[in-house]
């Protein structure tokens, strides 16, 4: 197919490089009022979408280099996936509580589907182990008892009174995400290069 063809050229994986450079510096950006009020043992677990980018630029990297490295894919993966996936279900919440969708929230879903995608799409292409799967579980899950159990989950004020719901949810969420890392270590093809 034509289109996964496109996934492999050089030109592709270097506007996809630079694209996921600038979402990462901006998504740091994005963070940097929660950052400022974060304590320094937290810091590497607050910006989970910007630091899920910076995964996907190692991977890229790895591409374009032909030096590939299957914990980074598996963290990258999955944290593209939840985190992706998750930014889009915050902002459609905020919509369903009665917060009316502004620009802001359409560039937030759109882009952070798009990370979602970019996570999934390159999945035959992934040279993940089991126990890349393993650390990767453990990234996702560390994530959710720091943001749940801890309080250091990104701020939406609006969605602040279903806070249970939300990190409940969210532990589903990285169960799903783990699972489908599983399934792309399973179907992962060692023929297959970028």
Request: some cysteine.
């Amino acid at each position: 197919m034509w289109f996964f063809t496109i996934l492999k050229e050089k030109w592709f994986l270097s506007t996809l490089l630079l694209v996921n450079i600038l979402g990462t510096i901006y998504g740091y950006y994005w963070y940097g009022y929660q950052l400022q009020q974060t304590p320094w043992y937290f810091l590497p677990f607050v910006p989970d979408s910007p630091t899920a980018c910076l995964f996907f630029v190692f991977v890229l990297i790895g591409f374009l280099t032909k030096k590939q490295s299957g914990l980074f894919e598996a963290l990258a993966a999955g944290s593209l996936f939840k985190y992706g996936i998750w930014a889009v279900g915050m902002n459609l919440g905020g919509a369903f509580v009665g917060i009316p969708l502004d620009s802001t929230n359409y560039m937030l879903i759109f882009s952070h589907f798009g990370m979602a995608l970019q996570g999934i799409l390159y999945a035959p292409y992934y040279k993940i182990k089991e126990w890349h799967v393993g650390v990767a579980a453990l990234w996702l899950l560390h994530n959710e008892i720091i943001d749940y159990v801890f309080g250091m989950m990104p701020t939406y004020s609006v969605l602040e009174p279903y806070e249970q719901l939300i990190g409940y949810l969210t532990f589903w969420l990285s169960v799903i995400t783990i699972l489908i890392l599983w399934r792309m270590r399973r179907h992962s093809n060692q023929s297959n290069r970028i």
